[in-house]
């Protein structure tokens, strides 16, 4: 009785790794992520709300005086230079 030669396991699921990286690269260097890490990036989009961050203050502590201590500062998103992203956890 003669067994068949066939494709292992193992090299599917590396031939499938390596489908979603080359995926994942196309879209890095095609610009298509653009949109998405904007998105990410958008303080409304996290429910949250831009506030002025008055000098002297951290941004968590200016988030906690103008939210009643409800809110915590959020770093990285579009809210721009000298103002946070006030977030409810």
Known sequence: MRKGQGISLTVIIVAAIALIVLVVLVAIFSGRMGGWIRGVQSCPNK????????????????????TDGRAVSLPNTDCGEGKTCCIAP
């Open 47 to 66: 429910d949250g709300v831009c506030v002025t961050v008055a000098s002297g203050n951290t941004p968590g502590a200016q988030c906690k005086l103008q």
